[in-house]
C-alpha cells in the first residue's frame, strides 16, 4: 500500500511536528533530476519568508498572503481529513518557517510580551582568553542575545499555533497510533561566547528540543529520554515503527529500542565567501 504524503513549509527551517521532516526546495521537488525520487501527492513549499510567501502549491508557484507559519497551518488538517475516506496510511511533513531572520512575527504577535531572561554562564562568557580568535574577537553582549530570543520567541507564537495541526488526527480518533516527531533544525546562539547565529562548534548551535509521541507504541507523555539524538535517527525511527527494515544502510538508529551512543558527529560545510559561521570543521 502506498501512503499518502504532504509536505508543506519551508527548506527544513523552523519547528517541526506530526510525523514531519525538512522537505527539499520547491524547485528541487518540481523538477525530480537525473534519478526518480518520490513526489507527495500534495505539497506546499515556501520560498523562504514570513508573510505574503512565494508557495509551490502542487506545481504551481503563486504568492499566499498572511503569515506563512498560519498558511501552512490552515491547510494541513485538510490533508489529514481526508483519512475519512482514504483508507490508506498517511505521513504529514511540516516545517514552518519562523525563527530565521528577519524574525517577522505574525501581526497577533507583534508586540507580545516574552519571559524576562538574564543570560546563562556562556553569555557572553567571563573568561574567552584560551579561545580560537574568532571567540576572543567576538562582541555579543547580553542586550544582543536578549533582543534576538525575544523576536525569535515572537515569530515561534505562530508555531505553537501551528502545533495545532495534532488536533485533526486527534479528532479523527487517530492520534494514539500516530508518530509525531517534533524537533528544531538547529540551536543558537543567544550571545553565548560572544556569539550570535550558529555554525561554530558550541553546543547552543546544535542542541535542539527533540519530542516523540506514539501511544500506541508505548511513547505516552511524561518520559524524558537522556539518550543522544539526531536528525539522523528521524527515519530509521519510522520505519522500525512502521515495522519495516531498511534495504540500505543508516547513519541514524531506531529511538524505540535501546540502543544509544557516546559522542555523535557534528559538521559544518562553509559554501561561499559570505556564507555565515567559521571555515569548514567537524567535531
Not at 515556501?46 to 490552515?74: E, I, M, Q, W, Y
Not at 538508529?253 to 559554501?271: D, K, V
Amino acid at each position: 500500500m502506498v501512503p499518502r504524503a504532504w509536505i508543506a513549509g519551508g527548506p527544513g527551517r523552523g519547528v517541526l511536528s506530526a510525523a514531519f521532516v525538512a522537505p527539499h526546495t520547491a524547485e528541487r521537488i518540481s523538477s525530480c533530476p537525473h534519478r526518480k525520487r518520490p513526489v507527495p501527492e500534495e505539497f506546499a513549499l515556501l520560498k523562504p519568508s514570513h508573510a505574503d510567501g512565494t508557495f509551490n502549491v502542487d506545481g504551481a508557484v503563486r504568492t499566499v498572503p498572511g503569515c506563512t507559519t498560519t498558511v501552512v497551518k490552515n491547510r494541513t488538517p485538510a490533508f489529514i481529513d481526508k483519512s475519512r475516506t482514504d483508507g490508506r496510511p498517511w505521513f504529514a511533513y511540516v516545517t514552518p518557517y519562523a525563527s530565521p531572520g528577519p524574525r517577522t512575527p505574525g501581526p497577533k504577535y507583534a508586540g507580545t510580551d516574552v519571559p524576562a531572561w538574564n543570560g546563562r554562564p556562556s553569555v557572553p562568557g567571563a573568561d574567552r582568553g584560551d579561545r580560537p580568535a574568532y571567540v576572543r574577537d567576538a562582541t555579543q553582549t547580553l542586550a544582543d542575545g536578549r533582543l534576538t530570543r525575544a523576536k525569535q520567541l515572537r515569530t515561534l507564537r505562530s508555531v505553537d499555533d501551528a502545533g495545532g495541526v495534532r488536533d485533526k488526527p486527534a479528532a479523527l480518533g487517530q492520534l494514539d497510533d500516530t508518530l509525531v516527531i517534533c524537533i528544531g533544525d538547529n540551536g543558537f546562539h543567544w550571545a553565548d561566547h560572544g556569539l550570535g547565529g550558529k555554525g561554530v562548534p558550541h553546543r547552543p548551535a546544535h542542541e535542539v528540543p527533540f519530542y516523540l509521541s506514539w501511544p500506541a507504541g508505548g511513547l505516552g507523555g511524561g518520559t524524558t529520554d537522556d539518550r543522544i539524538a539526531a536528525n539522523v535517527d528521524i527515519a530509521p525511527t519510522a520505519l522500525d515503527a512502521a515495522g519495516i527494515a531498511p534495504d540500505t544502510p543508516h547513519d541514524g538508529r531506531s529511538l524505540l529500542g535501546g540502543r544509544s551512543r557516546a559522542h555523535l558527529l557534528i559538521e559544518w560545510w562553509r559554501q561561499g565567501a559570505g556564507a555565515e559561521g567559521q571555515s569548514t570543521w567537524s567535531s
